[in-house]
């Protein structure tokens, strides 16, 4: 016996899902996992408890929804990598696209730091399958790029981390960075300077030498 298809969720139900999925952000990305509770999430969502559980079951399903959107976002950059380009014209997009995402996306690198720093118990499958497939396809790239001469050679893997750390912190450490940096500067003066310091910092290190 054939087994149904699953049901297309209406607009609405995309909708309400949606307005969960945003409520769930804010309650976990100040609150990490184990603070953040249902009540939290439906009274940020304006909606009952009982209605988001129509929607979903478990506080574990909507954190695991979240993670895998934000990974499908978070990853976009890294996969348009591009091995036909120019490398140091791939790695500086790449650069000030991870920046844009430190500046416009913060709740979700808290989300994903939170997550991280309690060992990754909900992600480690997505982590040692998605990301670290993703990760090890661009550092082939990289070291062609390497053995091509176009760039100094190095080890891939950390350059990539480097670049996660350098552009990361200024989604997890804003509130150190403006402090640090005082009132004078507007944030896209600290964006300017921020994508100019680290363009310079990784493109001038990995020109090839003479």
Do not use: C
Request: aromatic fraction near 8%.
């Amino acid at each position: 016996m054939d087994t149904p298809a699953p049901r297309r969720r209406t607009r609405i139900q995309q909708e309400k899902r949606d307005v969960i999925l945003e409520a769930a952000l804010e309650v976990f990305s100040a609150n990490g996992f184990r603070g953040a509770t249902i009540d939290q999430i439906a009274e940020a969502a304006g909606m009952s408890k009982p209605n988001l559980l129509y929607y979903f079951r478990r506080k574990e399903d909507i954190h695991e929804t979240l993670m895998q959107r934000l990974l499908d976002t978070w990853l976009a950059p890294l996969r348009a990598l591009d091995d036909v380009g120019e490398p140091l014209t791939e790695l500086k997009r790449y650069i000030r696209r991870k920046l844009e995402m430190a500046r416009d996306f913060p709740r979700e690198s808290r989300l994903f730091a939170n997550e991280i720093l309690q060992g990754a118990p909900r992600i480690m499958p997505l982590l040692e399958g998605e990301l670290k497939g993703l990760v090890d396809d661009k550092a082939a790239v990289i070291k062609g790029w390497m053995q091509a001469g176009k760039i100094i050679r190095t080890d891939p893997y950390h350059l990539i981390f480097s670049i996660w750390a350098t552009t990361q912190h200024y989604a997890d450490f804003d509130v150190q960075v403006r402090a640090v940096l005082g009132p004078g500067r507007s944030d896209e003066s600290r964006f300017e300077d921020a994508a100019r310091f680290l363009e310079g910092l990784f493109l001038e290190g990995l020109k090839p030498k003479g």
